[in-house]
T-cell receptor, first 116, second 109 residues
Framework: DADVTQTPRNRITKTGKRIMLECSQT?????MYWYRQDPGLGLRLIYY???????NKGEISDGYSVSRQAQAKFSLSLESAIPNQTALYFC???????????????FGPGTRLTVL | GQNIDQPTEMTATEGAIVQINCTYQ??????LFWYQQHAGEAPTFLSY????GLEEKGRFSSFLSRSKGYSYLLLKELQMKDSASYLC??????????FGKGTSLLVTP
């Protein structure tokens, strides 16, 4: 079984709809992250959480919100989806660092979201 | 702000050696990572450097010079399966990773 799972894997929705992307991990890591990836722009950080009570905005948090329901679960919401939020979304986890390898991020398989 | 630069595309021949460069200017530095990403898949960890010098892992090596804000990933004995995007990422003072846009490597027969 995969250590980091994302649901759904693919989603097509319409402008204005509320969408939730879910991430679960069995790695026992405290830190979790949400990124989006667009062609030519690379991976950009949306939000991250270093433990259940800690939520931090990343580079591009506008239009998104998150919820850290438990150590193992971190959800990303689009309150009112718009077409330029069409992208590939990745969740990642890491153990607390710093230190060689201990802060390595492990990525889920991604969710491909299309907003029409 | 964060600025991480790497070439957009590179092509190399099977069996050869290729070097992918990465330069960075970030607010703080707590390590540099290289990830490999095949099309449509998740990035996977390749290497980590926090001190100056070369880290070797089989066919892959990564070099860091903190004073120059420079790293490279060296891939030896290239195989067709090495065709992928290679992502350079710098961990800043806030311990978040800042990714470059990635280098798409094509390995040809």
């Amino acid at each position: 079984d995969a250590d980091v799972t994302q649901t759904p894997r693919n989603r097509i929705t319409k402008t204005g709809k509320r969408i939730m992307l879910e991430c679960s991990q069995t790695k026992g890591h405290d830190r979790m992250y949400w990124y989006r990836q667009d062609p030519g722009l690379g991976l950009r950080l949306i939000y991250y959480s270093f433990d259940v009570k800690d939520i931090n905005k990343g580079e591009i948090s506008d239009g998104y919100s998150v919820s850290r329901q438990a150590q193992a679960k971190f959800s990303l919401s689009l309150e009112s989806a718009i077409p330029n939020q069409t992208a590939l979304y990745f969740c990642a986890t890491s153990p607390p660092g710093p230190g060689t390898d201990t802060d390595t991020q492990y990525f889920g398989p991604g969710t491909r979201l299309t907003v029409l | 702000g964060q600025n991480i630069d790497q070439p957009t595309e590179m092509t190399a021949t099977e069996g050869a050696i290729v070097q992918i460069n990465c330069t960075y200017q970030t607010s703080g530095f707590n390590g540099l990572f290289w990830y490999q990403q095949h099309a449509g898949e998740a990035p996977t960890f390749l290497s980590y450097n926090v001190l100056d010098g070369l880290e070797e892992k089989g066919r892959f090596s990564s070099f860091l010079s903190r004073s120059k804000g420079y790293s490279y990933l060296l891939l030896k004995e290239l195989q067709m399966k090495d065709s992928a995007s290679y992502l350079c990422a710098v961990r800043d003072d806030g311990y978040a990773l800042n990714f470059g846009k990635g280098t798409s490597l094509l390995v040809t027969p």
